[in-house]
């Protein structure tokens, strides 16, 4: 594709990704339909309490969350931004199964639309995640979702904060779009995403140290310790219950993210669906070159058995995601050597 300057608008971008294939038409307007449906989004987010009680609770969703107002609000308006589009089969966190939106089209389209719902009536950032990919045909439904994350056409999510964002990629590098407010369209902040190989930031719920498998806790540990550890650098921990925001800032400025499966019941495998959180960051994470594991395994080459299956998440700075597959792999020792993660505590004797 011929080079873009910053502030080209989305249909543009589009226009030209079409051009260059013509396999990505289809695509394309699926990217297109999700972009409009998220300016409305946008638009009921930025009201705030003055559009009512978004974070008012309501019946359980597929994963037994119970639902906030604003999750049935964006599940509703992505869907029925779908329908207009080359969409046949669509896979959401809000729906027990598979909706079926247009049985002869080319596309299924795996969507979180709300990611980050702790974050509603606080006014910090939200989002909306979504994967892409060729329907395979035959008379069960969930097929064209039990493929490898590789074969996505396309991934991104959208970032409701101060700014709106939608961050997309169609194999072909990860690309930065802003919400133009005034002008009701998105414009091409970053053309070429690309996250730095090392860094100093983590993002891990701490809270949740006490349940980690062990080579969690070992790097967590040498990267508390600083540069009187292991890890002969300083860093600093970050972490805002939406995985948007914190992918966003991962993409922008390196790092590493970390959501890890531990002993607490449910939770073997994180809480992150791998359909529609997971595939589409690793896709986005590995096109701005860095790197997307389970701690051990490439994502974008599981497959899922269901449709909301889970899987843990550890992406950002190659160098980082490296260093966390080593304790997996044995090559560092078990946490439990300070006060911190021990059996034994400093309020604790």
Known sequence: MADLAVGTPLDVYLAQVTQADAGLHDTA????????????ISAVIGR?????????????????????????????????????????TV????????????AAAPLAVAIDPLDGSS?????????????????????????????????????????????TALIVTFGQGTQSFVLDRDQGKF???????????????????????RFWDPPVKAFVEDCLRGTEGPRDKDFNMRWLGSMVAD?????????????????????????????????????????????ATDGQERILDMVAAGIHERAPLVCGSTDEVACVSTYYAGGKPDAGRSPLFGQRGLMRP
């Open 247 to 291: 992918i966003q800032r991962v993409l922008t400025r390196g790092g590493v993210f970390l959501y890890p499966g531990d002993s607490r019941k449910g939770y073997a495998r994180g809480r992150l669906r791998l359909l529609y959180e997971v595939a589409p960051v690793a896709m986005l994470i590995e096109q701005a070159g860095g790197a």
């Open 48 to 88: 705030g309490a003055l559009g009512g009680d978004l974070a008012a609770s309501g019946e359980q969703n597929s994963d037994g969350d119970v639902q906030k107002a604003l999750d049935v609000i964006a599940h509703e308006r992505v869907t029925e931004a779908l329908r207009g589009a080359p969409v046949a």
């Open 119 to 163: 974050n509603i009536g606080v006014n910090m950032a939200v989002g909306t995640v979504f994967g892409i990919r060729p329907v395979v045909a035959g008379e069960d439904v969930e097929a064209s979702f039990r493929t490898p994350g590789t074969t996505q056409l396309a991934a991104g999510f959208v970032s409701y904060g101060p700014a």
């Open 187 to 209: 414009r091409l902040t970053a053309a070429a995403m690309k996250i730095p190989a090392a860094a100093k930031e983590y993002a891990v719920n701490a809270s949740n140290a």
């Open 91 to 102: 896979a959401s966190e809000e729906a027990e199964g598979v909706m079926v939106l247009n």
């Open 29 to 40: 307007a699926v990217v297109a339909a999700i972009a409009e449906a998220a300016i409305g």
